[in-house]
């Protein structure tokens, strides 16, 4: 049993790192990206100090119907591949890159959104 002082299994036993929340929105955001692709519009992902990410999207956005809903969190894998191979994860969206250098996934649990990230490291 998890003591109110410990991290979750996610980052002290499997090595995820946070990286950001995301929070659909109808309201449009200062600064906001527009990802063709998913036809949504995202903001703070790069200047919030504290990892908050503004989405909102379009109405025939192909994202998830949950990941619209609800607020998820984000993790930074090393290796996506082998996360998804490793858990029994309900998967949302399966890996896939909508930036240069960056893949991502998105898998639900009881209901909440979890997207993981895997960058490409330099060498």
């Given at each position: 049993?998890?003591?109110?002082?410990?991290?979750?299994?996610?980052?002290?036993?499997?090595?995820?790192?946070?990286?950001?929340?995301?929070?659909?929105?109808?309201?449009?955001?200062?600064?906001?990206?527009?990802?063709?692709k998913l036809r949504l519009?995202?903001?703070?992902?790069?200047?919030?100090?504290?990892?908050i990410e503004w989405m909102?999207?379009?109405?025939?956005?192909?994202?998830?119907?949950?990941?619209?809903?609800?607020?998820?969190?984000?993790?930074?894998?090393?290796?996506?591949?082998?996360?998804?191979?490793?858990?029994?994860?309900?998967?949302?969206?399966?890996?896939?890159?909508?930036?240069?250098?960056?893949?991502?996934?998105?898998?639900?649990?009881?209901?909440?959104?979890?997207?993981?990230?895997?960058?490409?490291?330099?060498?």
């Amino acid at each position: 049993m998890r003591a109110d002082h410990d991290l979750p299994p996610a980052t002290s036993d499997w090595g995820w790192k946070f990286h950001h929340i995301g929070i659909p929105t109808k309201k449009k955001m200062p600064c906001e990206t527009y990802l063709e692709k998913l036809r949504l519009y995202v903001s703070g992902f790069d200047t919030s100090p504290f990892g908050i990410e503004w989405m909102r999207f379009e109405k025939d956005s192909p994202v998830n119907d949950l990941v619209q809903a609800v607020p998820h969190v984000a993790f930074e894998v090393s290796n996506i591949d082998l996360e998804l191979s490793m858990h029994d994860f309900q998967v949302l969206s399966r890996p896939e890159s909508y930036f240069e250098g960056m893949k991502v996934a998105m898998i639900e649990h009881n209901g909440a959104p979890i997207e993981l990230i895997e960058f490409e490291k330099n060498k």
